[in-house]
């Protein structure tokens, strides 16, 4: 492995698929495949004993569901991200998944670039929710409390808002903290505190908190695909 390469675990039970996701992962020179998972158990092993940086989680899977090994894996080491890779569209399932620890939720049917991107991004500790899952949360919202814009429940702070709404767009404590001239520290305070506000485990929540309410400005994920 060279210096600056992210070693990824595939967690998927159909084998065609992960050894399709194996050979498009490696035209990434960045992205090294640290090992294969065929089911649940197997990934809770496997990132135990490979300490990969990312693992890429199938949600349905044999012996252990997916949600229940990312859960599983936070709990041992919570350090790895994890990125859910899946055909389901469901808020409910979405919200489960992302309570249990996942750093971030993607369609299967993602472009290679955007998948990397994600990759690329998790492993930075920033979270992400593939635009279409974005609208998707935004509809269940609106469908649950009536049609129109989401209201302020009055749980956060103006800054609060700004910052969670800033994180949900794809920025860093740092990169937050010059639009806003905070310190990446402050910023951080404020992050935590919302958190705790809306009792949100994971910063991957609150991101869906700040997307349920508007508060994500330009939800910008697809402004820097590079390979």
Known sequence: MTEGTLRVLLAEDIEILRKGLKALLAA???????????????????????KPQVVLMDLSMPRMDGAEAIAAIKRERPETRIL???????????????????DGYLLKNVAADELVLAIRRVAEGRPYVCPEIAKLLIDAFLDRDGAGAPEDDGLLTEREREVAGLIASGLTSKEIGVRLDLSPKTVDTHKVNSKRKVGAKTTAELIVYAIERGLAGGF????????
Do not use: F, Q
């Open 84 to 102: 859910a890779l899946t055909a389901y569209m469901e808020a409910d399932l979405v919200r489960k998944t992302l309570s249990a620890g996942a």
């Open 220 to 227: 910008s994920h697809n402004s820097d695909k590079t390979p």
């Open 28 to 50: 990434y020179p960045d992205v090294e495949i640290a090992g294969e998972a065929a089911d649940g158990l197997e990934a809770v092993r496997l990132t135990r004993e490979l």
